[in-house]
């Protein structure tokens, strides 16, 4: 039996093991998929203990910059993110990717998002660097980052320089953020759900609109974008585009998206 598990802690809410064991089923394997709590430290312990049994692994936060020290290989978007969501065993070690940034393009192209020149992203984190790389993929060439202290935008502003965008960055406490989501292309939203309430009608105003939170749900976000008629990516599309990656890199195979998609809707269809 192969293995792959998710790592991160708290880990228990994943839902990468609905995915991935639907996928293995699907793919006629014999593979387990599990989860695995582990804290940014323990990232380097964890993958020297692992057996020759395991295939690869599934990184969320907090682990996903350790994902990226503790590999032997790394892909030019990995390191230009600064972070990886997913390492591959290999002949020579573990390899390391980032298919958040699948997962940002594919959301927003499964949206109909037909592509532009200029994107808002809300927040400078972790997730914001991916969707920098996704912006980039997309053929956009600048973005305006909104954020609360424009002192924590420094590592963003470095993977846009890396991407190719140019960047500016915006105090959420001065912009009109009407006018910029607007003229915008698309805007992201990485940013909590309670942080949205008093930005979600000015982030409704973009033709295009992706919030990477999915729960608790729906976000101010989607509420304001589906009134306003604008077309409304999710961190569901998300999750759904980046383990399509994952799986086929650990197995080798084509993904079954829509055996992939089916569970998901039937788990969260058991939670609710």
């Not at 978007?77 to 940034?101: F, P, Q, Y």
């Not at 292309?185 to 949205?196: L, M």
């Not at 195979?253 to 829509?258: G, I």
Request: with cysteine; charged share 15%; proline share 5%.
């Amino acid at each position: 039996m192969r293995r792959a598990a998710v790592i991160g802690s708290p880990i228990e809410h994943s839902l990468s093991p609905v995915l991935h064991n639907a996928a293995y089923a699907a793919l006629g394997l014999d593979w387990e998929y599990t989860r695995l709590e582990c804290s940014e430290d323990g990232v380097a312990s964890l993958v020297a203990s692992l057996g020759p049994e395991w295939a690869g692994l599934s990184c969320t936060m907090p682990t996903k910059r350790a994902a990226l020290a503790v590999a032997s290989s790394v892909t030019d978007r990995a390191s230009a993110v600064g972070a990886a969501n997913t390492l591959v065993r290999t002949d020579s070690g573990w390899h390391a990717d980032c298919t958040d940034v699948d997962g940002v393009v594919g959301a927003l192209r499964e949206k109909g998002f037909p592509g532009g020149s200029t994107g808002v992203v809300i927040g400078a984190g972790g997730t914001a660097t991916a969707v920098l790389a996704g912006f980039a993929s997309l053929g956009l060439s600048s973005v305006s980052l909104v954020v609360r202290d424009p002192a924590r935008a420094a590592e963003a502003v470095a993977t846009a320089g890396r991407v190719g965008l140019a960047a500016e960055v915006l105090t959420l406490s001065s912009v009109d953020l009407d006018a910029l989501a607007a003229a915008s292309d698309v805007v992201v939203s990485t940013v909590p759900a309670e942080a949205t309430v008093p930005l979600a009608s000015a982030l409704a105003r973009a033709p295009y609109v992706l919030d990477v939170i999915y729960h608790p749900w729906p976000t101010p976000v989607a509420v304001a974008v589906e009134a306003s008629g604008a077309r409304l990516a999710t961190g569901l599309d998300m999750l759904l585009h980046q383990a399509f990656g994952q799986v086929e890199q650990f197995t080798g195979k084509p993904a079954p998206q829509d055996v992939m998609r089916s569970a998901l809707a039937a788990e969260l269809a058991s939670r609710s």
